[in-house]
């Protein structure tokens, strides 16, 4: 009954049931939102009625039905993405007047061709075509429009193979920002956008060949993503230091070689680096620890050949370092105090040729409540506003790592703040398990396995509380399993096999649930699930049922689960979370490495235009 209504915004209200149709009745309607809601049904077909309707964003409920969008000919802004609609993009008039879009999201249309009617659109600002079924080379003519405006381009997850043939080297949108062009089949060399851009992501394609020195002129880059692909050849050496604004850096399975870029400026933001999966050789770059901001350093994977990167213990900020599988060899010994990587909390060096003394205590002394917060857990991201199609909005980045678990690789898509991991399995360590890691209150993972370690199992592991995984098998550690490991309520996973251990099996908590793989070749040891039994007998009057259980390994799964879970729920409220990225990232079993993972608010004040993650 408002009948002088002009502007109506009912998003992110959670509303549901059928799209009013009376709404229709207000015929000086110039803005409609209702976007992230839960209507469903069909869409009126009289969205075209209102001639005055400028601004239309539907994105994100379940509608279905067709739209015939160039019925809209004064609407320029249109948001139908993220629902189950059907566009119709042709013209039955052929003398309509064609709408001009600034606006165009029309992910999840179903679409199968790139419209016609784009050819003659030349003032987007904002053109989403993702989760369609465009398939084949872009249209050349697609690459001659809105090349002035366009600043935001979606063509992610569709089956594209390319730009045309011959393919441009760089693309021609001047004013681009975000380009978005992941989970696709773009093959040829890497397509390069015009400097204006800031965040670029291409990964999951087939794109192959060096990558062009003309991503040098990209100086205010802030997210470059592209990781699996068929990258090769050397690193371009601006690599490290051709855009001060660059904060992500993810290049990880390609097949990259020789060394690292050299150069790394002081004024860098550069807050995660990921070569993982490629053939990079040679010595870490010294200048590395230019990077006051970085956070993540994923080195794994590769065929480096340093000595243990100490000149990195001065970054503030360094939480995770990764450099397992390559040949970092050498004692890493005694350092000088300052070096001690106050936020380091995931270090992984398993399989490398490292020797000597456990690492240092210097490692992790300084602050062992690393990301220990009493409040809700936030996880370990960055996160950049971009001014993209005149509004600022955030655009995260979750840190992902995978670490191996009884010979599984993890792939953890999102790491909570105060989630502590040490792996230096492999390599060929010794000397006892020193009293320091007890002091890693949040520690979660803990893998010694195949070093020569020796000593006891010390009891201060106990302290570990958090402690999911412990493995220190194939070592020399010798003397009883100590009582107090019962106390470790969370362990899920625990390996002691193949050292010289004695005694008794502890018969309580925890340690009960695990079958013979965690004890087996240790001579001296005694307990129900192995050959050898012990004289008590209250050893041998354990319950079974809870031990076929757990044997099945349900208590293992269930607990990786459960430490999990609290990744998904709650605390990121309003972050919209793809289809596809969480249909994959439910696997959590996957081996997806390093997924760049791009993730925008959903809830925002200001109302741009919409779109879905990455
Ligand atoms: C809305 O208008 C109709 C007539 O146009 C009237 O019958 C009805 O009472 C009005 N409803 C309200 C809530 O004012
Ligand atoms: C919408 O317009 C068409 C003709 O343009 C008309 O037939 C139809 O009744 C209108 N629908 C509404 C709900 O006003
Ligand atoms: C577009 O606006 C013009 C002028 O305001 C109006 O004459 C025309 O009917 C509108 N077109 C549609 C499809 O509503
Ligand atoms: C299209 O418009 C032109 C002039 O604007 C007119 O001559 C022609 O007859 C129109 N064609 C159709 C199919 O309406
Ligand atoms: C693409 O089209 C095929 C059939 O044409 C259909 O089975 C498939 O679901 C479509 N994919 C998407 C993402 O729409
Ligand atoms: C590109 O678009 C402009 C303006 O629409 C037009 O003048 C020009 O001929 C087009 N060029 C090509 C190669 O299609
Ligand atoms: C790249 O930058 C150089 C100099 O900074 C300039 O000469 C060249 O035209 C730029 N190339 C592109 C494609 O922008
Ligand atoms: C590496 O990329 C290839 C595609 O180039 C993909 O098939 C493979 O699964 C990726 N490997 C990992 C570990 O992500
Ligand atoms: C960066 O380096 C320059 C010269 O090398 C120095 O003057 C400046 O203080 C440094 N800035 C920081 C933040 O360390
Ligand atoms: C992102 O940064 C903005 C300010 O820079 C802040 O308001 C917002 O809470 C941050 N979002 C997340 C999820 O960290
Ligand atoms: C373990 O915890 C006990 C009691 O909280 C404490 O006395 C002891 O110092 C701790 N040991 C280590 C190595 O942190
Ligand atoms: C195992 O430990 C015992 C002492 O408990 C020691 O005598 C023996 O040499 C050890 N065996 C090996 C292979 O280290």
Redesign the pocket.
């Known amino acids: 009954n408002l009948s002088f209504l002009t502007s109506l915004r009912l998003n992110d209200c959670g509303l549901f049931g059928k799209f009013p149709a009376r709404i229709f009745e207000l015929q000086d309607l110039e803005t409609l939102d209702f976007s992230s809601n839960q209507l469903t049904g069909p869409i009126p077909s009289c969205l075209g009625n209102l001639s005055r309707l400028a601004y239309i964003d539907l994105f994100e409920n379940s509608l279905h039905g067709t739209v015939e969008i160039l019925k809209l000919e004064n609407v320029t802004h249109l948001q139908l993405g993220g629902n189950k609609l059907e566009v119709l993009t042709e013209s039955r008039t052929m003398n309509a007047t064609l709408p001009k879009f600034r606006v165009l999201g029309l992910s999840s249309c179903n679409i199968k061709e790139f419209p016609q009617f784009l050819r003659h659109e030349q003032n987007l600002l904002w053109l989403d075509l993702s989760r369609n079924n465009l398939s084949g080379q872009v249209p050349k003519w697609m690459l001659n429009i809105s090349t002035e405006t366009l600043e935001y381009l979606d063509l992610s997850v569709n089956s594209l193979t390319g730009f045309g043939q011959p393919s441009p080297v760089v693309l021609p949108w001047v004013n681009l920002q975000v380009l978005r062009l992941y989970l696709n089949m773009l093959q040829g060399p890497l397509p390069i956008p015009q400097p204006s851009i800031l965040y670029y992501t291409i990964f999951d394609n087939k794109v192959t060949g060096e990558i062009s020195p003309l991503i040098c002129n990209l100086s205010a880059l802030q997210f470059l993503g592209l990781s699996n692909n068929k990258l090769s050849g050397m690193l371009p050496q601006c690599l490290g230091d051709f855009s001060d604004d660059l904060r992500v850096l993810s290049i990880q399975n390609n097949s990259f070689h020789g060394v690292l870029p050299q150069a790394y400026t002081n004024t860098s933001n550069l807050r995660v680096f990921d070569v993982s999966l490629n053939q990079l050789q040679g010595q870490l770059p010294r200048k590395l620890a230019n990077c006051l901001m970085l956070e993540s350093l994923i080195l794994s994977k590769n065929e480096f050949h340093d000595v243990f990167p100490f000149w990195l213990g001065t970054l503030p900020k360094l939480k995770l370092l990764s450099m397992h599988h390559n040949g970092f060899y050498g004692v890493i010994g005694k350092q000088k105090r300052n070096l001690h990587f106050p936020e380091l909390r995931i270090l992984d060096l398993s399989h490398n040729n490292f020797r000597g003394e456990f690492p240092s205590e210097y490692i992790f002394s300084g602050n062992p409540m690393r990301g220990i917060t009493l409040g809700q857990p936030t996880y370990m991201r960055t996160n950049s506003s971009l001014p993209v199609g005149g509004a600022s909005q955030p655009y995260l980045y979750d840190f992902s790592i995978t670490v191996t678990n009884k010979g599984v690789d993890r792939y953890y898509s999102k790491i909570q703040e105060d989630f502590g991991v040490v792996d230096i399995s492999s390599n060929k360590f010794e000397g006892k398990i020193p009293?320091?890691?007890?002091?890693l209150k949040g520690l979660r993972l803990l893998n010694v396995s195949n070093n020569i370690l020796t000593g006891s199992i010390?009891s201060?592991l106990?302290?570990l509380t958090l402690l999911e995984s412990l493995d220190l098998s194939q070592n020399k550690l010798s003397g009883e399993i100590p009582q107090q490991l019962t106390q470790l309520t969370f362990l899920a996973s625990f390996n002691v096999s193949h050292n010289n251990l004695t005694g008794p099996i502890p018969y309580r908590g925890q340690l009960t649930t695990f079958d013979v793989t965690s004890y087996e070749g240790n001579p001296g040891l005694c307990g129900d699930v192995l050959p050898k039994k012990c004289g008590d007998p209250n050893a041998s009057q354990l319950p079974p049922s809870t031990k076929e259980e757990n044997d099945s390994g349900f208590g293992f799964e269930l607990n990786w689960k459960f430490a999990l879970a609290g990744f998904g729920s709650g605390l990121v409220v309003g972050v919209v979370l793809a289809d596809v990225a969480i249909s994959r990232s439910r696997e959590w079993f996957l081996e997806i490495v390093g997924r760049i993972r791009l993730i925008i608010m959903k809830r925002r004040k200001s109302r741009g235009p919409r779109h879905s993650i990455y």
């Open positions: 009293e320091f890691i007890g002091n010390p201060f106990a302290n």
